[in-house]
Structure formats: structure tokens, C-alpha cells
């Protein structure tokens, strides 16, 4: 589409070197313009150029649209942001946890539990990861209808209770799941400008999302309270946040610190890998010669519909690719926002102290300058060796983030990927519905916004 096409004006600031902007609406600016579409915002503000600019709630917000620029933010000057208005505003309900605390806090904290996802650690939780994707594939039937979308949260959920904290959330992964879809789908109601006061009045979203907090909380401090009791040291993250003792003499983590921690883990280790996995059904029922031919990969390295191991990871290049390939044009993080603690120049242009820098990896994957093909879905891209690593540097594929914020669970969501597609696709074709309608609900992450109902077909192997 070019330019024109697109019903946008560019504004040169006379006054103030502003980057150019998209037209507001004459009713609430840009503010709901991208609450209505915010995908579709992005992409036709980063038509105008490397750094485009809007406003939302009286927020100053740039958008950088380059990989330099973007190395620039996350890495050579990180130094000079911090986590953007969502995530500070998460704190009502992460509290201190590593995904939203900063400074000498953050490396702190990303020291402590960096141990969980060492790469030994993580091969030792694989076992849990199929055990549980192979207990699910069997419990689908042949012809039935499931949302993947709730199937692929309940299951993600399930996992990182197991592996990180030794829990069975088994049980309680409904209400569990029904308390994390709350939260997260409160995420877009914390950019609203004054949320902080709309929170404490008693109107249905606060109540919601109080209430969203009380079960997840009870859970929580349940499985916190049976590990102090218990005083077994089983090896998991939750005993090595109970066993902690800080650095500077301030004693063991108090309950408050390890629930912040545990939730924090809790809800960024099982929503993204799930929307991964739901995005990539899709793609594969849309892209039958992709599906055939990872099909192919899944017959030839576990036959008879072997259950997979870590030592079969190597093997399962095409499948690894095809999760590549669904996380560019899926990101299940699309954007990631920084607040600038001091001034600084993008682009010829100066951000001042306070504005809101933002970029998107939903954009930037799809941008015709660095990818051929753009659009289209082609897991060949990244078999070739280090294809994913080169990108990354590249900063053109940045679905884990970049620099000091990078992704802590990397590692384990490649892992988790890789070992449950290769589960669940070596049992099952799922095709979708035809009545299913696709749209992004792009929140915190990039969800299905009407789910994603398929049904779940019988494969059929070579003998
Ligand atoms: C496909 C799966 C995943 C994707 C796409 C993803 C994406 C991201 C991104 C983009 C960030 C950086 C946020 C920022 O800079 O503002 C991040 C941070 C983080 N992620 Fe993930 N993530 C995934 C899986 C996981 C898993 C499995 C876990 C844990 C089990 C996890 C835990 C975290 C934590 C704790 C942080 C904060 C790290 C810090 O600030 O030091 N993520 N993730």
C-alpha cells in the first residue's frame, strides 16, 4: 500500500522539531485511534518514517522504526530509560518482580534466578514440558472442536507450575487461567490516563481486577506457605527464592518479594510461549505445504509417533524454524515501551526528559526493507545455521527484546516450543474452524481476539 492510499497527513511542527504524526481524531486524539487498533496504528505510523511521533493522554510518544535506532535504545543508551507507562503501572499488581523493577534491583534480582534457566536446568525440565503436551494430545478426540487459544494458555500454565515451582496448578488452572486473562486484559485499561484513580473506585473493571488479584494471590501464597512449612529444598526456582539471602545483609526474601517474583514468572512464562503456539496452529492450517512438511521432520525423527526428547531438539530444525518464522509475524510481545530519564537524540530528532519511546516488533518483522517476502509465511528463511541469531544482532527479529531487558526465559520458551508443537503436531492435524474469525487483540501480547477454534483431525503416518 503506499502513501496515499493511507489517509494520513503529515504534520510538520513549525515550532518544535517534532517527528511527523498521523492526523488525530477530533474526539480523543490518537489516544483512541490506537485503543481501537493498535497494531494498525503503529504500522501506518511507521510509514512516515524512522521516528514518527503521536500523543496519547497528554504522553509525548516517539516511535522509532529502525534497527539502529532501536540497538541504540535497548542497548548503547539503555543506560538513559527506563520500563515504559504499562509495565511502572503494572506494579499494582507485579509489585517489585524482574520484569518491572530497575537499577541495581533488577540485576539483583536477574542474578538470583538466572540459575533456573541455565541450559542444563532447562534440558532437565523437558521431560515435564511433553509429559504434560502428551497428557493433553491424549485427552483430544478425533473430529472435535477445541479453542487452541485456552488450550495452549491451560497447558503453558500447567508447565511452568511444574518446572519452576514444583506445583500442581493442575487443578486450579481454570481459575487460575480465568484470573490471568482478567489481569492481562486489564493491561489496556492501565494506559488509560488516570487509571491510578479509576483502580480504587468501586467501579465492575476495578472489581474485576481486584478480585483477578485476590485468586491469584491465594494460590500464590498458598504454594509459598507449603514450601516454608514443608522446608524441603526441592531445586526449583521457588526454593531458591526461599533460600536467598541478600547481598547486602538484608536477610531471606520476605513472602511479599517471592510472590512478586513468582507471579511476575507466572504470567510473562506461560501467556507468550501459549500465543505462540496458537498463532503457529494457524499458520500451519493456513499453509498446508508448511504443514506437510513438518510433518515430514516429525515422521522422520520420531517414528510411530515417538514422544520427544531433549536429544531429538537438534534434529528438529524445520520445526524450530516454523516457530521462528510464526513468532516474526506473531510476536507475542509486538511492543515494547521505555521512558526517557534524560534527553536524547533519534533520528535528528531530540526526545525530551519524560517522553515515551516506543517500538514495535510487529512492524519492524514485517518491514519490506529488511524482508523478503514480508508477509508471507516461510519457515525455510531460518534453517540455514545462526539465521536466528544473525537477525537478532541485526536487530530486524526481536521477539525476546534486546539488551539488559533481554528475555530471561529464552531459552526455556524455545525449548517449551520446539518440544510441544513437535508433541502435539505428531499426534494431530488441527484445521480451522470455518466459521472462525481472525483478529488481533494486541494487549500486553498479541492474542486471537475471537479465539481460536480448530478442530482436531486424525494424522496420518507412513507406515
Ligand atoms: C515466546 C515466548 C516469549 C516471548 C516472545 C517473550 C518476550 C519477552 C520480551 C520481549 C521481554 C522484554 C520486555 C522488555 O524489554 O520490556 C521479556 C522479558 C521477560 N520475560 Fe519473556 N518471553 C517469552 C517467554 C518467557 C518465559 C517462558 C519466561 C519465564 C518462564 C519469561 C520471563 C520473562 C521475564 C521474567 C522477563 C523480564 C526480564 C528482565 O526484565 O530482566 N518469558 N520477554
Redesign the pocket.
Known sequence: MDNSSVKIKLMKAQTQNLPPSIKPSFIGGHFFKFRRDPTGFVTELARLGDVAYFKMGGQHVYLLNHPDLVRDL?VVNAHKFV??RA?QRAKSLLGE???T?EGEA?LR??RM?QPA?HREKIKSYADSMTESASKMASEWKAGEARDIDKEMMRL?LQI?GKT?FSANVEDSTDEVGAAMTTLIEMFNYLLIPFSEILEKLPIPHARRFNRAKETLDSVIYGIINERRKSGEDKGDLLSMLLMAQDEEGGGAMTDKQVRDECL??FL???E??A??LTWTFYLLSQNTEKEIKLHEELDRVLPGGKIPTIEDLPNLKFTESVLAES?RLF???WA???LAVEEHEFGGYIIPKGALVLLS?YVLQRDRRFWEDAEVFKPERWLHENAVKEANQKFIY?????????????Q??WT??VLLLATIAGKWKLSLLPEQKIGLNALMTLRPKYGMKMKIEKRHRPH
Open positions: 535497548l520500563k515504559g509495565l518482580g524482574l520484569l523493577s533488577h534480582q536477574r534466578i534457566f503453558t511452568v519452576l511476575t514468572l510473562a512464562g506461560h507468550t510461549t500465543n505462540t513468532m510476536p507475542p510481545a515494547l515501551g521505555r516488533m526481536l521477539p525476546f527484546g534486546g539488551g539488559i531487558r533481554r528475555c530471561i526465559g529464552e526455556f520458551a517449551e516450543g
